[in-house]
Each structure stands twice: as structure tokens, then as C-alpha cells.
């Protein structure tokens, strides 16, 4: 059993998780309300207009069950998209955004479905902590400081220069992200639940904004979506049953193929064997929640870029514009698809590790190596995140400082090119896990642990 606490993308997150469980709720609950406060202080990576997955494990069934309430594909046409390029170190990745770029959102519903199921306190309760961080402010972190540099050109479109820039100038590490009008819409999903996204006064306003600015959302979308449980994918690995999803995720293929590995360069070489495969991108957050029951959550979440339109300073996402998650023909209600991957490794003796990633093209490789690292060399989570990652692209390889020079130069025999950044960089993805032996958050996107007694 793994012992209670939370781990997550901000000390914000964090903080209302732990609150939560202090107040005797269950993982679950802390989930929902680490959440809502990360739609508050992580916006750069997530929304309550976005969507996501979670994994939830029920000690008293034995049952580990996926929760899918990402984004759907809206009925409506739309205008034409904007075209918008965004440098990611030497990367340039292309999005297209605007209002006809958002699919329909499935966050608020989600969150409310894991509460029905597995809550105990009253929603409004669960609330309350993001509530107050919109009226008081959110710590703007380190990590978020630098991805604002290089998302400037859609997180300051309209209202998003109210948010970001203060004095002619973003928003810069310590400064406070203040949304007061989050606040308002927070106060409806307190006061109407989940529902008010769908049918109640947000659907409202929500469809007023789309209908202004050219988007294809339409009342019956909003209407019709319901978040969808499902069975996990189970793949042997390390001597744990361990339950992720599939999809996009290409998590469960790369854990299956992951040969065993000694010293640095093989291990390298290894996890190049199984990341060689491209997979979407993307700006996304996780978190991961246990209680002292041996219930257990993970819960990952993402907005996409964001569309550059706001609602109560609610950023729209962009899904539709994520060209990597456009496969084939959009069919209206369908979901999108997604390489979001919460997941959840069990042994005889019930979970051994929680785990999820954020990063993009990178989440499967911050994921996989973490995991491999926990599972099979038997780091602390926090080691295993915490040590230096490469990632391929086609033939070039990234690697953070401080990635062993023997595995980059066996790497670099295979014809490879290597890319040394300077420093460590959020690029590389965002890992936090709840296991046996600790808890683990990124420093890369400025994560924090809060564990009862530590």
C-alpha cells in the first residue's frame, strides 16, 4: 500500500490536495480539488476548459478503472484557424489556434464523475482551495516564468495581456498570478456543479464567446458529453501488473518492449529502441493522490497551447489545432485522441508505484524512464525523475547536462547527432509518482510533494 500524500506539477496543486486529505478526504477528492487548483495556478498548462484522463484504484473491489474526459469533436463549423509557430529551444513547433481550434471541454465533467464515484466530502468543499488561490493570488513558478517567455504570442492575445503582462512586461518568477474573474466562474462550479459547463449559466456564456469568435461548439455538444470509464491496459513489467491506457500513448508498446538494461549506455540505447516512435504534442500538467485507505489517483490534464480566446479568464483549449492529434477525419462527438498515459503499477500486495507524466512529445519519454527506474533499478521516485534525460527527434538526440558521455557517444556511433542543452529545461517533461519507497515531483516543472509527517 502505498502511504497517503500528493505529488503534482506546483506547490499550489499540491497544497490543495493535501488539504483535502487532511480534511479526511479521500484520494479521489484530492484529486478534484488538486485539480481545480492547478486550472488556477498552472495555466500555462492546464484549464478548466481543457480535458484529460484519470486512473483510480479502489482498495476494497481490488479494481483499477481509466477515466477518459478528454476533449470531443464539436458538431459546428467554424472560421479558419491561425497559423502560429513556437520555438521550443532549437525546436520549432507549429500549432494552429483561434476559437474553431477548441474541442469540446471535458474537465469539469470528469472531475465531477470522480467525485460521484469515489468522493466523500461535499463538492462544494472540494472547491474552496482553488477558490481561493483565484482571489489571493497564485505564486507564478520558475518553470512557468520560462515557458510564458516562449508561449507569449497566444498566452497574451486579448485578455490574456491582462494576465500575463504587468507594466508592459510578463509576468516574471515569485510574481503573483492574479485571475480575479476565475473566481466568478469557480463560484458557478461550486454553486451548480460540474453542470454549468454543460447546460447551466457557463454553457451559456461559453456558447456566446464560440458564436462570437467564429468557433464550432454547439449547444448539443455541450449537452451530450459524459465522461467515460473504462478498463485500463495491463502490461507486465518489473514484476508489477502495470495499468496505464493506450491510444496515443504508446506507453504500453514501449514498456513491453523495453529490454533489460546495465550501466548508462545500455540503457540508453534501450529507451532509444522504444522512444524512437513519434508521438504529439502538447502542454500538460499531472498529479498523483493516495489516502491513508490505499485508495489511489492519478490524474492528467491539458488545455493543449490554448486557442488565445478567454471566458471569466478561462483559457479555451486548442486540441483541434494540435495537428500530431488530428488522425484521420474528425467525426463530430468522437473523442480526440491523446498520448496522456496515468497510470498505476500493482503486486500482490496492491500499488507499488502511481505515476504520470506531462511534456508533449516528451511525456512517453519522461514516463517510461522514470518508471524503468523505479520498477527495475529500484531508485527513490524522486532520483528517478530527477536524473538527466535525452530525447529523440528523426535523428537528433536531446540530451539535459549531466546524461552519461559514454551512452551519448554509443549513441552518437549509431549516427545519431547529439543536442547538449545548456540546463536542465521543462522540454524534457514533468514526472510525479507516489511510490513505496517516497514520493517524486519535477523540479523541471517546478513540482512539489506533500506527504503527511514529512
Known amino acids: 500500500m502505498l502511504g497517503p500524500g500528493v505529488a503534482a506539477g506546483h506547490p499550489a496543486t499540491a497544497d490543495a490536495g493535501a488539504e483535502i486529505l487532511a480534511a479526511g478526504g479521500s484520494a479521489a477528492d484530492a484529486a478534484v480539488a488538486a485539480c481545480l487548483a492547478s486550472c488556477v495556478a498552472e495555466t500555462l498548462m492546464t484549464g478548466l476548459l481543457g480535458g484529460g484522463f484519470a486512473i483510480h484504484y479502489d482498495p476494497s473491489t481490488g479494481a483499477t478503472r481509466n477515466l477518459d474526459f478528454f476533449v470531443s469533436v464539436p458538431s459546428g463549423s467554424g472560421a479558419p484557424m491561425e497559423e502560429l509557430a513556437v520555438p521550443f529551444g532549437e525546436e520549432l513547433v507549429h500549432y494552429a489556434i483561434g476559437a474553431s481550434s477548441c474541442g469540446v471541454p471535458g474537465l469539469p465533467a470528469g472531475l465531477g464523475a470522480l467525485w460521484r464515484e469515489h468522493g466523500r ?50 509576468l516574471g518568477e515569485g510574481a503573483l498570478l492574479r485571475q480575479p474573474e476565475l473566481e466568478v466562474a469557480l463560484g458557478r462550479l461550486r454553486d451548480e456543479g460540474a453542470a454549468s459547463l454543460y447546460t447551466g449559466s457557463l454553457a451559456e456564456e461559453l456558447l456566446a464567446l464560440v458564436d462570437e469568435r467564429g468557433g464550432r461548439i454547439t449547444r448539443d455538444d455541450l449537452a ?17 501488473r502495470f495499468l496505464t491506457r493506450s491510444g496515443l500513448s504508446g ?4 514498456l513491453a518492449r523495453l529490454s533489460r538494461y546495465s550501466g548508462e549506455a545500455e540503457r540508453a540505447l534501450a529507451l532509444l529502441e522504444v522512444l524512437e516512435t513519434p508521438t504529439p504534442d502538447g502542454h500538460t500538467t499531472n498529479l498523483c493522490t493516495a489516502d491513508a485507505d490505499g485508495n489511489v489517483c492519478v490524474l492528467t490534464t491539458s488545455l493543449g497551447l490554448g486557442s488565445g480566446d478567454f471566458l471569466h479568464q478561462m483559457h479555451l483549449n486548442s486540441m483541434l489545432g494540435e495537428t500530431d492529434l488530428v488522425r484521420g477525419e474528425l467525426v463530430p462527438g468522437a473523442r480526440m485522441g491523446s498520448m496522456m498515459a496515468p497510470s498505476i503499477a500493482l503486486d500482490g500486495d496492491g500499488p507499488v508505484l502511481a505515476i504520470g507524466a506531462a511534456g508533449g512529445t516528451r511525456l512517453r519519454t519522461a514516463l517510461v524512464g522514470s518508471a524503468a527506474g523505479i520498477l527495475w533499478e529500484g531508485l527513490e521516485p524522486q532520483d528517478a525523475i ?29 549516427g545519431l547527432l547529439i543536442r547538449r542543452w545548456p540546463l536542465t529545461h521543462h522540454y524534457f517533461g514533468g514526472v510525479s509518482a507516489l511510490g513505496r519507497r517516497g514520493a517524486g515531483a519535477d523540479p523541471r516543472r517546478s513540482g512539489a510533494v506533500r506527504v503527511p509527517g514529512a
Open 121 to 170: 466530502l461535499p463538492w462544494r468543499a472540494l472547491v474552496e482551495p482553488a477558490l481561493r488561490l483565484a482571489r489571493d493570488g497564485a505564486p507564478f513558478s520558475h518553470a512557468h516564468a520560462l515557458c510564458l517567455v516562449m508561449l507569449a504570442p497566444v498566452m497574451t492575445m486579448r485578455d490574456g495581456e491582462g494576465i500575463y503582462m504587468r507594466d508592459g512586461k510578463l
Open 386 to 414: 530527477e536524473r538527466p534525460r535525452f530525447h529523440p527527434v528523426a535523428n537528433v538526440v536531446n540530451a539535459e547536462p549531466g546524461v552519461d558521455e559514454s551512452a551519448l557517444a554509443a549513441l552518437e556511433a549509431r
Open 224 to 240: 451530450s458529453y459524459s465522461p467515460e470509464w473504462s478498463t485500463p491496459v495491463e502490461v507486465p513489467f518489473a514484476g508489477t
Open 251 to 254: 506507453v504500453p508498446q514501449s
